[in-house]
């Protein structure tokens, strides 16, 4: 049973049209995260949550957002979405201790495009 | 902040033979994790290592800690189709939330 489950798989916009990515989880770890992935790339973090607490990398673009409603549930928005924001998303889940935060489980990803 | 070498980028076996990829950090690691993508998926946490030069198992994968822990690798025994994917090596350390990936080895086997 898929324990990361991100909605849709697959997701088309416009140039400029707001859309949001779900994440939930049934592991019910302490820690959330979403990368985006371009062809051919290692996945690159855009923010995490440790619990309510919310942790933006210092090179995220404005335009990405995200909400943590409750410990199951995480979202991508993307306020205007650009030709150039096309890509894989990928939400991941760890629980926060030392050595397991880096043992990541990731969802199969919202596949991007944007017309 | 801290990189490493993930050796070779590409690697085209025919299947039945043995693979192995690298990672080489030029800084003394805490611990090293390794992860595996298949194309069009998403990665899957394979193993973590921490101890000076640790090996672990996985039935045909072996995964080594170097004594110095600054290198590891992954060996994968006599491949199959199945073991077709990306192959990441992540040397986040205690205080890092990001995965810090190597850029990967893709592996391609041959039938």
């Known amino acids: 049973d898929a324990m990361v489950i991100q909605n849709p798989r697959y997701q088309v916009t416009q140039f400029g049209k707001p859309v949001t990515l779900s994440c939930s989880q049934t592991?019910?770890?302490?820690?959330m995260y979403w990368y985006q992935q371009k062809s051919s790339q290692a996945p690159k973090l855009l923010f995490h949550?440790?619990?309510?607490?919310?942790?933006n990398e210092a090179d995220t673009p404005d335009n990405f957002q995200s909400r943590r409603p409750n410990t199951s549930f995480c979202f991508l928005d993307i306020r205007s979405p650009g030709l150039g924001d096309a890509a894989m998303y990928l939400c991941?889940?760890?629980?926060?201790?030392?050595?397991?935060?880096?043992?990541?489980?990731f969802g199969a990803g919202t596949r991007l495009s944007v017309l | 902040g801290q990189q490493v070498m993930q050796i070779p980028q590409y690697q085209h076996v025919q299947e039945g033979e043995d693979f192995t990829t690298y990672c080489n950090s030029s800084t003394t690691l805490s611990n090293i994790q390794w992860y595996k993508q298949r194309p069009g998926g998403h990665p899957v946490f394979l193993i973590q290592?921490?101890?000076?030069?640790e090996v672990k198992k996985q039935k045909r994968l072996t995964f080594q800690f170097g004594e110095a822990k600054k290198n590891s690798s992954l060996h994968i025994t006599a491949t199959q189709t199945t073991d077709v994917g990306t192959y990441f090596c992540d040397i986040s350390g205690a205080g890092s939330y990001q995965l810090t990936f190597g850029k990967g080895t893709k592996l391609s086997v041959i039938p």
């Open positions: 592991l019910n770890h302490n820690v």
């Open positions: 949550y440790y619990d309510k607490d919310f942790n």
């Open positions: 991941a889940t760890s629980r926060g201790s030392k050595l397991a935060k880096n043992i990541q489980y």
């Open positions: 290592l921490v101890k000076s030069g």
